[in-house]
């Protein structure tokens, strides 16, 4: 019991840690400071709406990307793959959720940006740029070192984890439900979606704890991301995230006030990961409660 209630504790002393750190810019600048979108240390102006709509704008690149991709894979290897094959697939799908985030800052520092400078944020100006509104989404300086770079770290980073609690929901279908659908005249394809329905909110789960983590990630984006707090409409122009701003910004943050908002930002960034990862937890138990009513029955 006191092992168990120690890890209260702590996310308790993290909250109280954020929170009293945090009250000279709460009390100077309230919800102002979530609003505002001038970010100058040296003047005292802080304003955290440049890295919450980096945060936002980038992890939803990567969910565009990534979801797509972890769906398809988690459905072969489930129920299309043969055993044999299935298995080394599954290996290299954890094996990319080993890899250490540094490498992936420095594959798309070297592999990625070059690639998207050179080639693909071409093609997406010359045959998406054109077009009213979404074109904005891709026209502006092509340095390779941006929002879009950004994303598509994160979608590589979070396809491993979606792909697997993916698997894992589909895995825990009745297969009766399979062979229910098979014995009435289904397709392998029709029993597919009839299994895809069962496991929605599960999927819908996975879905959310890939958003939690592409949230939090730090390293991999401040290396690709560009690093600059401004709000700009294009994917191709620099950009920052809340824990990109975090990382590299608070060994020099040596101001009360600066170091205060640079925790408050902190805080914000923890909130939304702690409410965004319970909502992925109540979807994914929803699944797993729907599998002991069938057993039951």
């Known amino acids: 019991m006191i092992s168990a209630a120690s890890i209260i504790f702590i996310v308790v002393g993290m909250i109280v840690m954020m929170v009293s750190n945090s009250m000279p ?17 040296a003047d005292g102006v802080f304003g955290a709406l440049p890295f919450i709509y980096g945060t936002i704008v980038s992890s939803l690149i990567a969910l565009i990307i990534s979801v797509p991709i972890s769906l398809g894979i988690a ?20 094996l990319l959720a080993a890899i250490p985030s540094v490498v992936y ?9 070059p690639f998207i400078r050179d080639h693909l944020g071409v093609f997406l100006e010359t045959y998406l740029g054109w077009i009213p509104v979404v ?19 994160l979608a590589l980073m979070t396809t491993p984890i979606i792909t697997s609690v ?24 029709e029993t597919t979606m009839i ?11 996975a879905v959310v704890l890939g958003l939690g983590r592409a949230l939090g990630e730090t390293m991999a984006v401040t290396m690709v991301i560009g690093n600059s707090p ?26 009360e006030l600066y170091l205060s908002a640079l925790i408050e930002m902190g805080l914000v960034l923890f909130l939304v990961t702690f409410v965004v990862n319970a909502f992925a937890k109540l979807l994914i138990m929803s699944v797993a409660s729907g599998k002991a009513g069938a057993k039951n029955v």
Do not use: C
């Not at 459905?75 to 954890?94: G, H, R």
């Not at 800052?105 to 940006?113: D, H, N, P, R, S």
């Open 105 to 113: 800052g420095l594959w798309g520092i070297f592999v990625l940006a």
């Open 25 to 41: 810019t709460i009390s100077r600048f309230g919800l102002a400071f979530l609003t505002g979108s001038e970010w100058k240390p």
């Open 195 to 205: 299994v895809l329905g069962n496991a929605a909110s599960g999927i819908a789960g």
């Open 230 to 255: 401004q709000i700009s409409a294009s994917l191709f122009e620099p950009a920052y995230t809340i824990a990109s701003v975090l990382a590299a910004n608070f060994a020099e943050a040596t101001d």
């Open 135 to 153: 074109g904005q989404l891709f026209q502006g300086r092509l340095t390779g070192i941006g929002m879009l770079t950004g994303g598509i770290i």
């Open 75 to 94: 459905i072969f290897l489930t129920e299309q793959a043969p055993k044999k094959i299935a298995a080394p697939i599954s290996f290299m799908v954890e």
């Open 166 to 189: 993916v698997r894992d929901i589909l895995e825990v279908v009745p297969n009766t439900q399979r062979e229910a659908a098979l014995a009435l005249g289904a397709t392998k394809w």
